[in-house]
């Protein structure tokens, strides 16, 4: 029998989990991690955060263990841009190197920073916060007493405001929406982030839609439409990612904002799968394919291919799932966000749950330093509850996810 | 070198929802209680000091409520990780007193019991 191959393109979670479940689940071909970036396999979410301000070094960033990856024989091929994959053959091309022949074949190629053109004469003083080398050329300009501008109030450029805030970078975030994360967490959690920043010393400007944004020779003028502007000594534009497709385009599959798959991950091509940023998987849970940009869900797809791979396992559906860390209070969102919540806890004292309900049932959960309470929040999805229990403290919330008095675990 | 016990709590302290934070030496420990046994783990995750007393026991794992990593109950190995939250060593006598050894387990060993219990 011949040794079966399975190939990567790209090197970042959803292919190293991947990699990591292939091996776990036993897996003895050949594995081949194929990155465009000249890194092996690390973790983004520091980037913003633990690795930016520099409470982290670069070793707490591999996710793949060196020793793991010696005993596991994990070829990481890091630097190569991948063509195409030859849909008959399973070819995987290679700019400037000989084909791979695989077995089976992974779209793991995540997104890249949508851009904004920006005139000048110090193009340079514009950062974009997507890879370890963006982090690591944006780290020593958030220096004290520096002037920042941000463009794009998403979860890159507020965690980003709070790191460069702690290191006494003078911040201005800048975007056209009212409310920042409304259109995830909702208005009234969007207001209580908005409070966040600005409570913490962030000039976050909602409402303010962007004229243009150019570079002079003293630094970044961003301009608003109201007719203010913002001086700035560095500029940095999180405006969301554009998911790469190019090879998956070139090798034909099936397209939609995204590379389409079915719910274990499969795409339109038979024996190619694609997870991560990238994948907008089938989910039976929406009753639609999702395509999502979070930590999580990249793990989760990345093992539920492994499993699609060894023909095991029918995909990972579980609830949408992120954190977020800014100025020192941990958040985290379960589920999907509808109306007003019902709050648990303190809100204006940022320790508190918000809970989501859609007709009558729990649909989601958004909590600011209590995380404890969106794995309690996870068990009860799709569950109707006792509302004012869910909003008193002296309930436990596990009280309500288990009828009984049986106790869990 | 004799292993010192030190009684933290009775298993009637750790009440209804089975863990209880406790000091032991000016060390956070977070005891956890599931299958008859009781656990001991350092409070303060490894990874950013949460506290895992505030965390939840489900399906053999601590998890952080942090940020989620799942530590296994019975060595404290985050196999997505590949890091260990320190455990410590814990015998209960018929009186229901719970003893810890101030001196955790060694990480190492914990995580190579991890991967033989893969394997």
Known sequence: ???????????????????????????????????????????????????????????????????????????????????????????????????????????????????????????????????????????????????????????????????????????????????????????????????????SGVDLRTGSALDAVRTTADGVVVDIADGSTVHADVAVVGIGITPNIDAAAATGLHLDDGIVTDAAGRTSIAHIFAAGDVARRYSPRAGAHVRLEHFDNASRQGAAVADAILDRGTGSDEPPWFWSDQHGRNLQFVGTAAGDPLIRGDLDGMDFTAVYLQGGAVCGAFSVERGEDIMAVRELLGREVDTAALCDEDTDLWDLVYDDEEVHA | ????????????????????????????????????????????????????????????????????????????????????QPTYPVRVDDAGTIYVQPTPKRPEAAAEAEQEARA
């Not at chain 1, 991690?33 to 890194?39: A, I, S, Y």
């Not at chain 1, 000989?98 to 995540?110: H, K, N, Q, Y």
């Not at chain 1, 890879?131 to 890159?156: C, M, N, S």
């Open chain 1, 1 to 199: 029998m011949t040794r079966r191959t399975v190939v990567t393109i790209g090197a970042g979670q959803a292919a190293a989990v991947a990699a990591r479940n292939l091996r776990r689940r036993g897996f003895d071909g050949r594995i081949v991690l194929l990155g465009d970036e000249p890194h092996p396999p690390y973790q983004r979410p520091p980037l913003s955060k633990e690795f930016l301000s520099g409470a982290e070094g670069l070793d707490s960033l591999w996710i793949l263990p060196q020793k793991w990856l010696a005993d596991n024989d994990i070829d990481i091929v890091t630097g190569v841009e991948v063509r195409r994959v030859d849909a008959a053959t399973r070819a995987v091309q290679i700019d400037g190197g000989p084909d791979i022949e695989a077995d089976a074949v992974l779209f793991a190629t995540g997104g890249r920073p949508r851009t904004l053109p920006v005139p000048g004469p110090r193009p340079e003083l514009i950062h974009y916060l997507r890879t370890l080398d963006d982090a690591t050329r944006l780290a020593p300009q958030l220096t004290a007493g520096r002037r920042l501008a941000i463009v794009g109030a998403g979860f890159i450029g507020l965690e980003l405001a709070a790191t460069a805030t702690a290191a006494g970078v003078h911040v201005t975030v800048v975007d056209p929406a009212p409310l920042p994360l409304a259109r995830v967490i909702g208005t009234a959690m969007g207001q209580a982030v908005c409070r966040l920043h600005r409570d």
């Open chain 2, 1 to 84: 070198m004799t292993a010192e016990w030190v009684a933290v709590a009775t298993v009637n302290e750790m009440g209804r929802r089975r863990k209880l934070r406790v000091e032991l030496n000016d060390v956070a420990i977070a005891l956890f209680q599931a299958g008859g046994r009781v656990y001991a783990f350092a409070d303060l995750c490894v990874h950013q000091d949460r506290s895992l007393f505030k965390g939840t026991l489900l399906h053999g794992k601590v998890i952080c409520p942090g940020h989620q990593w799942q530590f296994d109950l019975e060595t404290g190995y985050e196999a997505d990780q590949g890091r260990c």
